[in-house]
């Protein structure tokens, strides 16, 4: 699993990578853009109401580019928690076997509880482990 799951996260961290500057590329091309617009109402080419218009949309694209650089870096954060969880994920599951070979069972519902956060039993008795350190 963690190979597969480091070489997808690899090619979507290079994707992601690749994204992002495009995004921030775009984003320089719409700062130029506004800064030679602002020249042009300075050396009264143009009048604020002309500077307002062409703006709006540059600033309406500027926003969308900035949310999808938000949703990358969320994207990114989630495969690093994922990778550490399938690091630490095998150490879990033996610290609750040794919990239970010892007779400990406290301590090993509290190490179950870092393995999977939630249980659920549906109409027909099928079991869903939600685990716990995988964001949904």
């Known amino acids: 699993v963690k190979a597969s ?3 997808d996260g690899a090619t979507q ?10 995004i921030e590329k775009e984003l320089a091309r719409i700062d130029g853009a506004f800064r030679a617009n602002l020249e ?9 109401d002309g500077f307002r218009r062409d703006n709006e949309p540059r600033e309406a694209q500027r926003k969308v580019l ?11 954060a989630k495969t690093v928690e994922v990778e550490t969880f399938i690091d630490e994920a ?10 239970l070979s010892e007779g400990n069972v ?8 870092r393995l999977i956060s939630s249980a659920t039993v549906d109409t027909e008795n099928t079991i869903t482990l939600t685990i716990a350190g995988v964001p949904g």
């Open 5 to 7: 799951v480091s070489m």
């Open 13 to 22: 961290a290079e994707a992601r990578q690749r994204r992002r500057k495009s």
């Open 106 to 113: 406290g301590a090993a519902k509290a190490a179950l509880r």
């Open 90 to 99: 095998p150490m879990l599951a033996k610290d609750v076997a040794a919990q």
């Open 66 to 76: 900035i949310d999808e650089l938000a949703r990358i870096d969320a994207e990114a």
């Open 40 to 48: 042009l109402l300075r050396r009264g080419v143009i009048d604020e």
